[in-house]
């Protein structure tokens, strides 16, 4: 079952990253301004996100050919990224990339290329910022068929998975937390930071979560995606409490007694709830953004997210000062630019590509 709705909530969540990379002196509402600083939370929805579908996805099959699994993540995400790498090389090849932090040279695109600069300080940030995500992403793809094994043959059932990925979830950011301490955080650039914000292991919880919630789906499958009045209270709900966790984070971070890593999967927990009222509900919202134009939009997310940084870059350069002179008149240009270009490579790149590979493995 394939659930439309959330595949426009992936658009909103790569829009939000935009916002907060290049929308920061966007001059907007009092109450709408700790959205712009919501980025590395709305990674973190992917991560959770990722999970759930690909649990519902290769559940769907029955059997997972760990080839076919592979081919299909590969033509999924190639194409584009390097498209988006290539682009961000002829922008940024050679430069310093923060604060005389790590360079943008030859060391960077071969773990880029491979999908391992999150590995490896000083590098995540390297040449295309945001593709720390995707480094993060081959990660977890490479580890979901041993996951999903051990959930097949173990028999385990959603309920025992889910307390199992809330323990692995509460280690997980008490580890963070702790490291977040002066003894070991220095702040940003630094390799403590690129350790706990853009490491593969730091995010883990977040897929783990997503696996678990697509068990609960797959299991109880007949339960989910029904109307009723009570399940589209329960989605309004879960909309309303995600939405004002990160719109008081601030608050959150001053009663806090310890530190808490928001930008490091702490959400995630929040995220899964919220995706599993999604599929829960059949509702006149889901409906409503299950129509093709919201559905498109969601799949021209990964392009629109991966190719924001060298798309600005040129923005910038050669277009902004020709459109206003102010953020507040240049960024909805470039927004309306952005989503086109997403939805143009798509088409142009991301559906052929994906045939493309299937083409030349299965030969």
């Not at 963070?176 to 630094?190: A, K, T």
């Not at 966790?245 to 995630?268: G, T």
């Not at 910038?316 to 470039?334: C, D, E, L, M, Y």
Request: contains cysteine.
């Amino acid at each position: 079952m394939r659930i439309e709705a959330l595949t426009f909530f992936r658009f909103m969540a790569a829009l939000t990253v935009v916002f907060f990379h290049f929308g920061q002196a966007l001059k907007i509402p009092h109450f709408m301004a700790p959205f712009l600083t919501l980025g590395p939370e709305m990674v973190t929805f992917f991560f959770a996100l990722s999970g759930f579908v690909m649990m519902i996805a290769s559940s769907k099959k029955g059997q997972l050919s760990t080839k076919d699994y592979y081919i299909a993540r590969i033509a999924r995400i190639f194409p584009v990224y390097l498209v988006a790498l290539i682009w961000a090389c002829t922008l940024f090849y050679g430069q310093i990339f923060c604060r005389g932090y790590g360079f943008n040279n030859l060391k960077a695109f071969f773990l880029s290329l491979t999908l391992m600069q999150s590995w490896f300080p000083p590098y995540p940030l390297s040449l295309n910022d945001p593709a720390w995500s995707l480094s993060v992403e081959g990660f977890f793809y490479l580890s979901f068929p041993l996951l999903f094994f051990m959930i097949r043959k173990s028999g385990i059932s959603g309920k025992r998975l889910a307390a199992l990925s809330v323990v692995f979830y509460l280690a997980t950011q008490a580890v963070l937390s702790n490291l977040m301490g002066p003894f070991f955080y220095r702040g940003f650039p630094s390799v403590a930071h690129d350790l706990l914000y853009y490491f593969p292991l730091s995010h883990f919880c977040s897929f783990v979560f997503g696996v678990a919630g697509g068990h609960i789906f797959v299991c109880n499958q007949e339960r989910f995606h029904k109307r009723g009045m009570g399940r589209f209270v329960l989605f309004i709900v879960a909309l309303l409490a995600t939405s004002a966790s990160l719109h008081f984070q601030a608050r959150i971070d001053q009663w806090s007694e310890v530190p808490l890593a928001f930008d490091a999967s702490f959400y995630s927990l929040l995220f899964i709830l919220f995706v599993m009222s999604v599929a829960y509900s059949d509702n006149i919202i889901t409906r409503f953004l299950s129509l093709k134009p919201f559905v498109l939009l969601g799949n021209a997310s990964y392009a629109l997210y991966i190719l924001q940084k060298p798309a600005f870059t040129v923005f910038q350069n050669h277009i902004a000062r020709k459109v206003g002179s102010t953020p507040n008149q240049q960024f909805p240009v470039f927004i309306v630019l952005l989503v086109l270009i997403s939805i143009a490579a798509y088409y142009l790149i991301e559906k052929p590509g994906k045939k493309l590979v299937f083409r030349l493995f299965s030969r």
